[in-house]
């Protein structure tokens, strides 16, 4: 699973687009930029690593109330995301 997941993280265009427009910003001329790049990516997986494992660990904590009444929550969840959409389209520019 780990293996599957990297490839899709590596190969989705989307991010690699992202980064390719949003690192050079704060790319400093002088240093090399394999050592900036290495910088941004591991700060870059380091916060990825973390938010990831809050979610995991708040999804464990969540998993039992769910169970119990997560039949009300998706329809709780629907209707907000109806209302939503309702609002969008009253709403103008």
Do not use: D
């Not at 904590?61 to 119990?68: C, D, G, H, S, Y």
């Amino acid at each position: 699973m780990f293996n599957q997941g990297f490839l899709v993280a590596v190969s989705n265009p989307k991010a690699l687009i992202f980064f390719a427009a949003f690192l050079p910003q704060f790319m400093a001329p002088g240093v090399l930029y394999p050592v900036q790049l290495a910088v941004f990516g591991g700060t870059f997986v380091v916060v990825e690593i973390v938010y990831e494992l809050l979610l995991a660990v708040m999804a464990q904590r969540i998993a039992p109330w769910l169970t119990r009444h997560g039949r009300w929550f998706n329809r709780a969840a629907g209707v907000t995301f109806v209302g939503i959409g309702a609002a969008l389209t009253t709403a103008s520019r």
